[in-house]
């Protein structure tokens, strides 16, 4: 069983900046494949961006490329996703994901949540306009 454990939401004004952590339990974070997702009331929970075991790899939607950045530390176990110019559109509940069995095929992170095989409690992201 793996642990997530998100941190660093809040509270942010539009145009504002967030990085948000996420600390796994086990000693085979390394072999993960990790996600951020987020889903805010009333909408589906939608990939945000997926990062590679080494993080040579990224992934992003479309509606956040080019402001957030997602990274990981293995060596700490952590991942994180920086969020710059955040929008209000942004506001939801972001989760992060451990895909235990990645597809080791060049160029592919995984988006989709059925991918993923752990998931953190949330921690909540609210951006005021």
């Known amino acids: 069983q793996v642990q997530l454990v998100e941190s660093g939401g809040g509270l942010v004004q539009a145009g504002g900046s967030l990085r948000l952590s996420c600390a796994a339990s086990?000693?085979?974070?390394?072999?993960?494949?990790m996600g951020w997702f987020r889903q805010a009331p009333g909408k589906e929970r939608e990939f945000v961006a997926g990062?590679?075991?080494?993080?040579?790899?990224?992934r992003y939607a479309d509606s956040v490329k080019g402001r957030f950045t997602i990274s990981r530390d293995n060596a700490r176990n952590t991942v994180y996703l920086q969020m710059n110019s955040l929008k209000p559109e942004d506001t939801a509940v972001y989760y992060c994901?451990?895909?235990?069995?990645?597809?080791?095929?060049?160029?592919?992170?995984?988006?989709?949540?059925?991918?993923?095989?752990?998931w953190g409690q949330g921690t909540q992201v609210t951006v005021s306009s």
């Open positions: 994901a451990a895909d235990q069995d990645p597809i080791l095929k060049l160029g592919y992170v995984a988006r989709r949540d059925y991918e993923y095989d752990y």
């Open positions: 086990g000693r085979t974070f390394t072999s993960y494949g």
């Open positions: 990062i590679t075991r080494n993080g040579g790899r990224t």
